[in-house]
């Protein structure tokens, strides 16, 4: 556990301590294909050889956990290759744990005009009494006009030892307000095969470009295990960066 808690106070370390010197980066405008804020994930990849970092903590009404840590790590390999690193820290018990480590792959199939289509692998190490998983994604994304946007995404994971299949829709629309704001809406599900239940969650969220290389986002969501007309009940807040390194 002290090995965990380390591993984020050198993340924070990392996110406060060079933001002074971002001020005397280039001015310019520089592409950041963030996966910030909201579930759904996008096609786009960063380039190749840059190295993107997006963390946040979020909050949500139950009380009983709360996230104080959800990071990934992005590097581009090649132009059609991105390896990823994500971890997750949250309080609960009355204590820290790490929720989730793990390690994936986002992989461009195509890209024409202003679609793009990529593949995700992903792999998650056991981590606090958690079993090792596998996920598979496919990612669909495109550019309406100037201003509008839309992703979506179908996946399917699975955990060791448990004969649950989840399976996950998403679908997501964004909106440029200006060079530097945009909004967006989501609405995502999550289906258990063995279970009676799906999970439904509703988002909203806005991003805002203060600096070339950094993005600040905020983002709340309602969400219901049982049906839509319950999504009133629960609630979550989520804030977070995003830094282009490299």
């Given at each position: 556990?002290k ?5 984020f ?8 301590t060079p ?12 592409y ?8 759904t ?6 380039g ?5 970092l ?9 009380g ?5 840590n ?14 990823r ?17 793990s390690l994936?792959a ?5 890209e024409?005009?202003?679609?793009k289509f990529?593949v995700l692998?992903?792999f998650?190490?056991p981590v606090?009494?958690?079993?090792p ?6 990612l669909?994304?495109?550019?309406l ?8 995404n ?7 030892g448990?004969d649950t299949f ?35 969650y ?16 905020l ?21 977070g ?5 490299k």
């Amino acid at each position: 556990m002290k090995s965990t808690k380390f591993t984020f106070l050198s993340v924070a370390i990392l996110l406060l301590t060079p933001v002074i010197n971002l001020y005397a980066q280039e001015t310019e405008s520089v592409y950041m294909p963030s996966g910030r804020p909201g579930y759904t994930t996008s096609a786009s990849l960063v380039g190749k050889k840059s190295l993107l970092l997006e963390t946040g903590v979020a909050y949500d009404n139950l009380g009983s956990i709360t996230t104080v840590n959800t990071s990934t790590l992005r590097f581009g390999f090649t132009d059609r290759i991105e390896g990823r690193f994500s971890a997750t820290e949250s309080i609960y018990d009355g204590g820290f744990h790490c929720s989730n480590l793990s390690l994936a792959a986002k992989i461009g199939l195509i890209e024409k005009n202003n679609t793009k289509f990529s593949v995700l692998p992903k792999f998650s190490f056991p981590v606090d009494d958690n079993d090792p998983s596998g996920a598979l994604a496919l990612l669909y994304s495109v550019k309406l006009n100037e201003n509008w946007s839309m992703s979506a995404n179908a996946a399917t994971r699975t955990t060791k030892g448990d004969d649950t299949f989840i399976s996950t829709v998403a679908l997501a629309a964004g909106r440029s307000l200006n060079d530097k704001l945009s909004l967006s809406a989501e609405f995502y599900c999550d289906g258990m095969a063995n279970h009676v239940y799906n999970t439904y969650y509703i988002g909203v969220a806005l991003a805002y470009q203060i600096l070339p290389r950094l993005q600040l986002d905020l983002s709340t969501t309602r969400y219901s295990n049982r049906n839509l007309k319950q999504l009133a009940d629960n609630w979550n807040i989520e804030a977070g960066l995003c830094w282009l390194i490299k």
